[in-house]
């Protein structure tokens, strides 16, 4: 079974920063990851297909890259409502989710 | 609008089985990959079962194989999730979720709200 290793597990921020989060999987999945927002008390929100392709309604200041095993997402300039946390999900064998990553405001 | 509602949850004693439902709208339920996720309290996101179109084939982690049963009834628009032999460790919020697209191969665009199962004696 192929296992994510997102990190970090949280993450500080302030307004207008750009952070970035990474997953590594543990053989490639040639380029099958998505990426989620929870915040809480809400469900699942898809925002990234196929490490790069924005879902319809996901922010341009939403981003991802990678190839292989190693992949990343990044948010530019932060905004309030991105405090969320953010899960990486392979789909190329089965489905599995990252450990997540709580973005939090400095 | 493409609606999926879960049902079904609760507390029930370890060692018992429960059967969750949930129910879908918006879309044509029978074109699509349906899936289960689960949710610890403030834990991370598991997958824990997916169902092809016709029902013919299903998938599990090697977490819950055995134990787990996903099953849809494409008339009624269901989807389904037996849950034998409970431990507390299934202690979740369980959410229905649709697969993105017609494919095979495709991450989870569509979730429902949850029902949270609690294993206690």
């Known amino acids: 079974d192929i296992q994510m290793t997102q990190s970090p597990p949280s993450l500080s921020a302030s307004l207008g920063d750009k952070v970035t989060i990474t997953c590594q999987a543990t053989q490639n999945i040639h380029n099958y990851i998505a990426w989620y927002q929870q915040k809480p008390g809400k469900s699942p929100r898809l925002l990234i297909r196929y490490t790069s392709t924005l879902e319809s309604g996901t922010p341009s200041r939403f981003s991802g890259s990678g190839s292989g095993r190693d992949y990343s997402f990044s948010i530019s300039n932060v905004e309030s409502e991105d405090i969320a946390t953010y899960y990486c999900?392979?789909?190329?064998?089965?489905?599995?989710f990252g450990g997540g990553t709580k973005l939090e405001l400095k | 609008e493409v609606q999926l509602v879960e049902s079904g949850g609760g507390l029930v004693q370890p060692g018992r089985s429960l059967k969750l439902s949930c129910t879908a709208s918006?879309?044509?339920?029978?074109?699509?990959?349906m899936a289960w996720v689960r949710q610890a309290p403030k834990k991370g996101l598991e997958w824990v079962a997916t169902?092809?179109?016709?029902?013919?084939?299903?998938y599990y982690p090697d977490s819950v194989k055995g134990r787990f049963t996903i099953s849809r009834d494409d008339a009624r628009n269901s989807l389904y999730l037996q849950i034998n032999s409970l431990e507390s460790e299934d202690t979740a919020t369980y959410y229905c979720?649709?697969?993105?697209?017609?494919?095979?191969?495709?991450?989870?665009?569509?979730w429902g709200h949850g029902t949270l199962v609690t294993v206690s004696s």
């Open positions: 999900q392979q789909y190329v064998s089965l489905w599995t």
């Open positions: 918006g879309f044509t339920f029978s074109d699509y990959y």
């Open positions: 979720a649709r697969h993105s697209t017609i494919a095979a191969i495709s991450p989870f665009a569509y």
């Open positions: 169902i092809i179109t016709s029902g013919s084939r299903t």
